[in-house]
């Protein structure tokens, strides 16, 4: 079984467009940090995400970096990238959950693989699990932020590979 360490945005961007389910079908299991744990639970997170990490489905387990790492290059990251980044490298992870674009810098500096949740969606579309267009219409409807030539390039392999 793959050692898979999840930062905050795949959880709530999968949460929000439906398609959680993908993590299990594609990994059996999920390690969250426990500040991303905190941070999907956090007030100003939206209801439904809330409620997710409330009820924390089997798949997912929550888990404390032992000694944070502190260089000045994740110094300037989120305390979720930092414990995910901390925890992926303590535990030498074969993959990392992560959009955001300095954490995911940072952590393929430090060896890490690394996908974020277009990524995701395009493995489990060609894995058979969804409708790779229909999953990128509902990212975009929510905050999500993305390069559309990433996304089309994403739409045309998977089309490829039907």
Same mark, same amino acid.
């Given at each position: 079984?793959? *050692?898979?360490?999840?930062?905050?945005?795949?959880? /709530?961007?999968?949460? +929000?467009?439906?398609? #959680? %389910? #993908?993590?299990?079908?594609?990994?059996?299991?999920?390690? &969250?940090?426990?500040?991303?744990?905190?941070? +999907?639970? $956090?007030?100003?997170?939206? @209801?439904?995400?809330? /409620? =997710?990490?409330?009820?924390?489905?089997? =798949?997912?387990?929550?888990?404390?970096?032992?000694?944070? *790492?502190? $260089?000045?290059?994740?110094?300037?990251?989120?305390?979720?990238?930092?414990?995910?980044?901390?925890?992926?490298?303590?535990?030498?992870?074969?993959?990392?959950?992560?959009?955001?674009?300095?954490?995911?810098?940072? !952590?393929?500096?430090?060896?890490?693989?690394?996908?974020?949740?277009?990524?995701? &969606? @395009?493995?489990? !579309? /060609?894995?058979?699990? *969804?409708?790779?267009?229909? !999953?990128? %219409?509902?990212?975009?409807?929510? /905050?999500?932020?993305?390069?559309?030539?990433?996304?089309?390039?994403? +739409? %045309?392999?998977?089309?490829?590979?039907?």
């Amino acid at each position: 079984m793959r *050692l898979v360490i999840a930062d905050t945005g795949p959880v /709530n961007y999968l949460v +929000l467009i439906g398609h #959680i %389910e #993908i993590l299990p079908a594609l990994f059996e299991r999920v390690t &969250l940090p426990l500040a991303v744990k905190d941070e +999907l639970a $956090d007030q100003d997170t939206p @209801a439904v995400i809330r /409620n =997710w990490i409330a009820t924390l489905p089997e =798949w997912i387990e929550i888990r404390l970096a032992r000694a944070l *790492l502190t $260089d000045a290059a994740i110094a300037e990251l989120g305390a979720g990238e930092t414990e995910a980044i901390t925890l992926a490298t303590e535990l030498k992870a074969d993959l990392l959950l992560m959009d955001d674009r300095r954490g995911v810098t940072v !952590a393929v500096g430090r060896g890490l693989n690394v996908t974020g949740t277009m990524g995701l &969606l @395009a493995r489990a !579309a /060609n894995h058979g699990i *969804l409708n790779l267009a229909e !999953a990128f %219409e509902k990212l975009k409807r929510t /905050n999500f932020r993305y390069r559309q030539e990433t996304m089309d390039l994403l +739409l %045309e392999e998977s089309q490829g590979k039907s």
